[in-house]
């Protein structure tokens, strides 16, 4: 008797994205999608030489028609994405704490997905606005897939679900004009946020560097909602999920992603790219929160609050494994645009928290992939099909790949002799039998109040520099909100925060005096101590390695010089991008050739984490009143970058204005060993003590 049954096909070619390539390499003939061969692919049928086209002209029209339904509908957030695939490693079994299958056995390693994002842009915006990043992650285990769709900031601006449209519409384009998009710097976003007390601790982060990442590779991520993990023997505990960077966090200036946005709007799928072409996997750990419902009780704030966090000094992150970048997409639209997340999606072991924000997640996302992909079927789709058996009765509509072979369509049955897919409490997903009683209320509870206190502790957990960079945001952001009442609102929420922000984003707006603070349904509190883990520069990586240098060379650079610097790079694990006066390259003192990646105004300093000004007596002239080459050397001197140099550089450094105010940060190159030196200095990534005595930035 026939089984009724899905198993996870193998994708016949044709169906999964193999058509028109040819295995062997060997050039094939065109065809029609029905597999007709194709004699011209230039020219129109048409009547008479010069004639009307035909509508006759079945090549034509198939290839137009598919043409004209290329696009799907972009995400309503998230649209701007960035995908690869990896695996995850785990490191030792946590059965005592969860019976999810993928966490059970140490060193064994499941295929994973990633993709990462901007929040606001539309599909085709930059890489470097002032934005929250998605990370989401899918996961193949064994016993299903697991979605932790998180992001690069471990709190949200919002409390409940039913407050995401609102969020979203204040934060996207004005509907009126259909701009700015891809930022926060309008009225819209700062009404509704400023109306919005517990938007106050994400807006702290938002407006920290943490917005402005320097790659996918150097942030965090983070699962933002409490989670459960639930044991073989029923016990639960909650956990909150941290992904951290093994090459350190880092981010840009803000005046370098404004610059980052013109001279290269792909900067960060690029990197991501190039850093897994030259086998440089970017990785992360997956670090877990644990904690009880004991430590959830006493804990300061509500654990279902995802405006909150918990301070690592607290509850420690432990980390339990590993996810490695190693395999970019094959095409694009297939993988990246196609993988549909969904915070439903996971295993057992693993439970929801009654987070009101998970809570709603949960019926948003599988809604939106409908909408999206135009099926329920998306999950046969190879990025989001399971990679362990499949089972089920489901069947039919619309591009349906898999539908089951025989009689039975339905459970129970007696087609099967009991044969077919059934219901297996012993290993079923299960949830957490948690005790639920009272009055069904449209309530937010009192736990959820305190929208200060985190905020301040995030502020005052800063390190100076930091702490700048979060006002000079605020300036920035309010500086283009038109309404003076929304300014002051702002600074009136900020006064709740910290005085000295409060002061120097007033001062930073020219306001003539400050608002009064804001009503606080619960008044800041002040005993929160500082978490240092939570700032970037604190917890610096001490190493340049995954980071890029940008020599810039002039005919007739020092042969020794340049190959010294280019060791010295190449054994701290960093890569060296060569920018010279045309694209054709320079030859250097021996003779030799030394080819550019770049030409000097297509590759300025922002594209790079450290600078050398490689310049040579014989091609100094080219560079030295060049307008590209004076920027160069401005920009990575304001960006407070490390900046080797020559002494043949010195008049570019005096045509820029810069020559009296070289500093520690600046460098000079004379010898071999001088390389080394420069590059050690480089481990700190940036020269922070200039950022007082640069204009700001
Ligand atoms: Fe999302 N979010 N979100 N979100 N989100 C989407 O799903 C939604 C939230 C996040 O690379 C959408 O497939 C609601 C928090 C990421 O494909 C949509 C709420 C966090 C991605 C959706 C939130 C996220 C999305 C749009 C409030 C961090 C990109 C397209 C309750 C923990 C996934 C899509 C990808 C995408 C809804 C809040 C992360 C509409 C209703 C909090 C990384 O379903």
Redo the contacts with the bound molecule.
Sequence with gaps: MAKSKNSNPEYPVGAGGEIHQSATGKSDTLTTQQGVPIADDQNSLRAERRGPTLLEDQVMREKVFHFDHERIPE?????R?F?AHGYFENYESLSDITEADIFQRAGEQVPAFV???T?LGNKGSADLPRD?????VKLYTKQGNWDL???N?PV???Q??I???D??HAAKQEPDRGFPQAQSAHDNFWDFVTLMPESMHMLMWAMSDRAIPRSFRFMEG????SFRFINKAGEARFVKFHWKPALGLQSVVWNEALKINGADPDFHRRDMWDAIQRGDFPEWELGVQVFDDAFADQFEFDVLD?TKIIPEEQIPVKPIGKLVLNRVVDNFFAE?EQ?????QNIVRGIDFSND??????N???????LK?LGSPNFTQIPVNAPKCPIHHFQQDGHMAMTNPRGRANYEPNSWDNGEGPRENPDTGFRSYPQQIEGEKQRVRSETFADHYSQARQFYISQTDVEQEHIADAFVFELSKVEREDIRLRMVSHLLNVDQDLANNVAQGLGLASLPEPAKAAIPTRTDLPASPKLSILLNGPGSFKGRKLGVLVSEGVDANLFSALKDAAVSEGATVAVVAPTVGGVTASDGTSIAANEKVDGGPSVLFDAVVVLIAEEGADKLINHGPARDFVNDAFAHCKFIGYTMDALPLFQSAGLESKLDAGCISIRKASDATDFLNSCKELRHWERQGSVNKV
């Design positions: 995400r309503v957030v998230h649209a994405g995908g993709r990462f994002s929040v929250v990043r998605g990370f989401a769709v998180g992001n900031i949200f601006f919002i409940d679900a407050k995401f449209p969020l979203v983070f699962g933002v909602h995802s990246t993988v549909a997340f969904c915070t009101p924000l998970l809570q709603g997640r019926f948003s996302y599988l809604d939106t992939q999206r």
